[in-house]
């Protein structure tokens, strides 16, 4: 026999297994690997540091809202705090970054930092010209082929 509520969807189904997502774990985390403490993210958010640490503590669960306030004071995505919540393209990039050396990362974030202000056509205007020199034989390599050809 239903019950009413149900009927009415009052009542929801319970999942057959508990969520394996400790929410105050994953936040601790992140905020202790940023260097973060809970003074820094009540100052970005307007939580109050006792609340941080009842969810982190797992006393408390946080509304998705206030999650996203979280996650922006950390300057992460809300889908972070999810595991298996990663794209493809998530994945991808990754996978990319993993193969980059320390040099490459910094340099890479220095194109970013510049990047932002720049048009689409001079975005477009500095990627030819990254091609065009990519293209062309390093000097160190013309050297060498110079000293070769004395010989």
Do not use: W
Request: aromatic content about 4%; some cysteine; charged content about 35%.
């Amino acid at each position: 026999m239903l019950k009413i509520s149900a009927i009415l969807g009052g009542e929801r189904p319970v999942p057959k297994e508990k969520p394996k997502v400790n929410i105050g774990e994953v936040i601790r985390s992140y905020r202790s690997d940023r260097g973060l403490s809970q003074g820094d993210i009540e100052r970005r958010t307007g939580l109050l540091r006792c609340y941080l640490s009842r969810v982190e503590n797992g006393h408390t669960v946080p509304s998705l809202e206030t999650l996203a306030k979280i996650a922006e004071a950390m300057e992460i995505n809300l889908a972070d705090f999810f595991p298996g919540s990663d794209t493809p393209q998530d994945r991808e990039t990754r996978k990319m970054l993993g193969e980059l050396s320390e040099e490459e990362i910094r340099f890479l974030a220095e194109i970013k930092r510049y990047s932002t202000t720049l048009s689409d056509d001079d975005k477009k205007l500095v990627l030819a010209m990254i091609r065009k020199m990519a293209t062309i034989t390093p000097p160190v390599q013309r050297k060498a082929a110079a000293r070769r050809a004395e010989y």
